[in-house]
């Protein structure tokens, strides 16, 4: 009436109390979250690596169907260019103005500012 053979239901009867493979990996994965509260922004290769030192081998791909299905993924962040200063700054700071030429020696030169004064 089921379609399903006896073979099959003794086959579940025997093993739908085991926990799963990826329900055993997400114990671990847990367990490295735990130790310190900074593991809590470990990605998918961050994790890889921490489980592999904790003796669990197993893909990457693994690794990430557990994580997602877990909800331990993070929104990967991509950067968007460089931060700029106002224009009003980088006059200030080019004064030069790209010209580079110098009637005397030792007249003009070129470097870094300095963030912190050296000490006298």
Request: hydrophobic share 35%.
């Amino acid at each position: 009436m089921l379609k399903i053979s006896e073979s099959g239901y003794y086959r579940w009867l025997k093993n739908h109390n085991k926990p799963t493979k990826q329900q055993l990996l997400l114990v671990e994965i847990n367990i490295i979250l735990a130790e310190h509260e900074d593991n809590n922004n470990y990605g998918v290769r961050r994790m890889h690596t921490a489980l592999w030192q904790h003796g669990v081998q197993v893909s990457i791909r693994t690794v990430y169907r557990a994580m997602k299905t877990a909800g331990l993924l993070h929104k990967r962040r991509i950067p968007h260019g460089i931060t700029k200063a106002d224009t009003e700054i980088q006059e200030q700071e080019n004064l030069i103005k790209q010209d580079f030429h110098a009637d005397e020696p030792l007249k003009k030169w070129i470097g870094r500012q300095r963030i912190k004064p050296l000490p006298p």
